[in-house]
């Protein structure tokens, strides 16, 4: 049986005329950027995260750069993030001029370690990157409380965390992305929340910092022609936005089957002694963005699975401090021991909502006959 890692397929097959309807009506009315649907998208992740402001995109990628760009993360300074994340979540703050610094991740979470931040704090710190990667938040009530004791900025980087909520010591849960200064969304295909392109959402609960990404996205013009800063020409498109307004219609169904998958695979892998699940830490709602296991001989495991045409990821093979581009950091191996131990062992499985219980037993018995050669 062949099982896709992913496919966009079944679900467009599930819901053809909606998303059909959804795209021919954008064209029909004709095309206008920043169009209604992007707006009524905008709306649609207020009220789902709670966010009081939200602002669309080109991606995840550029909603990154310009929240980093507004925070003033530039030449001089430096931000704090992960080693172990998409490159996108180093590169933001390279991009505007600033140094990412590294700090090592936890080995359950595979999070940023909240206990290595202060001690990476210099004069020069401007603010911190957290990554909500894979399942479930890093540790924001400590983030936060570090941020504010240095006077320091937390761009979230919540582009896997759509639907993730954080309520850590407090009495209410707060939706990944609109607990730090800023927080963005990536609507890549395979994302929770994906569309049949690329595009993202900033969102944050600071009027000003709003003003500012409206203004960012349009060429750092308030009025158009009339440009008070150096800024970017990075939209939402508009039939994309249509797209994802038809997701947003189902989005808790697709999370709670996100989350029966889970289920399924925890319960047919846990028997396996090479292989160790996901663990979720914290006071919080994870998301089954990604399956993610740790395997004993992996690379062994993942040619097994390619041979039995079983779909697989490995996120991510080389952690951020070892890639050529960041060389000028001056890291080498060794310096961040969890991250390099975790890359040599982690690899992802199939996850959509589409996925049947068939093919994840399927995935589990395959994993199994592996270990028992
Ligand atoms: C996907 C992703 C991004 C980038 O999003 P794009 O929309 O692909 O540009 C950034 N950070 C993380 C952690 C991601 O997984």
Known sequence: MKVNFYTSKREYDEKKEEFNKAI??????GISTLGPEVVKLEDEIKEFTGAKYAIGVASGTDALVLASDILGFNEGTEVITSPFTFFASASCIARTGAKPVFVDIDEETF???VNKIEENITDKTKGILPVHLFLQMADMDKIMDIAKSHNLR???????????????NSDE?????????????SFFPTKTLGGYGDGGMIVTNDEKLYEMAKIYRVHGASKKYHHEYIGYNSRLDSIQAAVLSVKMKYINDSIEKREEIGSWYIDGLKDIKEVRIPKILGNQKHVFYVFNILAEKRDELAEYLKEKEIGFSIYYPKPLHLQECFKY???????FPVAEKISKEILA???YPELTREEVEYVCNVIKEFYAK
Do not use: Q
């Open 24 to 29: 021919i009506s954008v064209v029909e009315k």
């Open 111 to 113: 999070n940023i370690d």
């Open 173 to 185: 849960y707060r939706h990944a992305g609109t607990i730090g200064d800023f927080g963005i969304f």
């Open 349 to 351: 499985l199939p996850m």
């Open 329 to 335: 950091l001056g890291h080498k191996e060794g310096d």
């Open 154 to 168: 937390v761009l979230e980087d919540a582009a896997e965390a759509f639907g993730m909520r954080w309520r850590g």
